[in-house]
């Protein structure tokens, strides 16, 4: 299989799609490792992290693999304390350097004095500016450069979330989209995490499977679905941030309409 290149996939529209059914198909056959190294072998892969337990064990192959990723995270402004200490503990343990991407300074002022600070919690709207602003926009710049972004979405994270595949083409992106922990269930992660010594959030065991910003993000009631503590006052079919924003994610592609 060759590199993604720009120019294969000016020329040909399928080439992206049918290199991510390949990978697709390819992947599923193998360990976690073998996975990570065969995408960093594809060509520049950008890895995002949010610090979530499933971020953390591939962050931890990434390191024991040595494989040629970046890794980078959006420190939006609003996020809670014990993350932000996750991120230098993590870079401490691996000795390895996290890209962080904040939003613009005008992009933050320009929201605030729309909505105010916490206007997100106020209408749907709001709260898509909110996210656009300090998500959506470093996460442009932050795969700026990439040919292949990877995450760690995994299908029993919710239910928009259940046909994400290990592979898929992200046409609005012009990239490959590998969610290579897809597959995996929380608790294989979790096992995993314990057996490598992985660092991991402290609220994951205070009731927060799903950790994002501090004032959208609450503990789950036990039996709660896993990100039902994320953007809580909202209806279910709203609630994502417009991050992984795809046919398989969002079950439809609402052209131009966040919906982190
Ligand atoms: Fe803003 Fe909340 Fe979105 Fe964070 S999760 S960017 S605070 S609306």
């Not at 976690?32 to 949010?50: D, H």
């Not at 096992?191 to 992985?198: E, F, G, L, P, S």
Request: net charge neutral; aromatic share 6%.
């Amino acid at each position: 299989m060759t590199k993604p290149q720009t120019s294969k996939v000016a020329a040909d529209p399928d080439f992206g799609p049918q290199l991510a059914a390949q990978l697709n198909a390819e992947l599923a056959s193998m360990p976690l490792p073998g996975r990570i190294l065969r995408i960093a072998s594809l060509g520049r892969a950008v890895f995002t992290t949010s610090l979530g337990l499933e971020d953390q064990v591939l962050t931890s192959i990434i390191a024991a693999t040595r494989a040629e990723l970046r890794i980078v995270t959006l420190d939006t402004g609003r996020l809670f304390a014990e993350t932000l200490e996750l991120l230098d503990k993590t870079e401490a343990q691996y000795g390895l350097s996290i890209e962080v991407f904040r939003p613009w300074k005008d992009e933050v002022d320009g929201f605030v004095a729309l909505y105010g600070m916490n206007g997100f919690y106020d209408s749907v709207e709001a709260r898509h500016a909110c996210c656009h602003a300090r998500k959506l926009q470093p996460l442009g710049r932050a795969l700026a450069d990439a040919e292949i972004w990877v995450t760690g979405l995994r299908r029993g994270q919710s239910g928009n979330r259940a046909n994400a595949p290990l592979a898929e083409w992200d046409a609005d992106r012009s990239l490959l989209k590998i969610n290579p922990l897809a597959d995996q269930s929380l608790e294989t992660l979790q096992a995993r995490a314990r057996a490598d010594d992985v660092p991991v959030n402290p609220l994951h065991a205070k009731g927060f499977p799903s950790i994002g910003c501090e004032p959208c993000t609450r503990a789950i009631k036990p039996g709660e679905p896993e990100r039902a503590g994320r953007w809580w006052w909202e209806q279910d079919e709203r609630r994502e941030c417009g991050l992984h924003l795809s046919a398989s994610v969002s079950g439809s592609r609402a052209q131009g309409q966040p919906k982190v």
